[in-house]
């Protein structure tokens, strides 16, 4: 638990702190999920997040999607932990993390119906 709480910390500090990368949001993500790192980003309401990126690409209403484990940061449930969507349109920055974390979830689907299609995924 102290440990995913001083990751969680590095990921605030290191989101507020972005000096931005020369790849877009797609590479990046794209290269967090291929590589298996976990994903800080931060959203619309200026929460940071701790993610662990499992699907990202086309929702079925034109919408690009970000599907991943939320392992840190705020939920509207309360519940930092849990599947969440991310509307890219309201992620404000993005920066890979060196943590790694081992895989897809044991509950994951990558069949996930939210998709019309993927540009990247587990």
Not at 16 to 40: P, Q, Y
Request: charged fraction near 20%.
């Amino acid at each position: 638990m102290r440990l995913r709480r001083t990751i969680y910390s590095l990921f605030i500090l290191a989101i507020l702190c972005n000096d931005g990368m020369a790849l877009d949001r797609m590479d990046l993500v794209c290269t967090a999920i291929k590589e298996r790192k976990l994903l800080g980003i931060t959203y619309s309401d200026g929460t940071p997040r701790l993610l662990e990126p499992h699907i990202y690409g086309l929702g079925n209403h034109g919408q690009v999607l970000l599907s991943a484990y939320q392992i840190g940061g705020p939920r509207v449930s309360g519940d930092m932990h849990g599947w969440r969507s991310f509307s890219d349109e309201k992620i404000v920055k993005v920066r890979i993390s060196a943590v790694g974390f081992s895989g897809p979830r044991p509950d994951y689907n990558p069949d996930f119906t939210q998709f019309s299609e993927s540009f990247c995924r587990l």
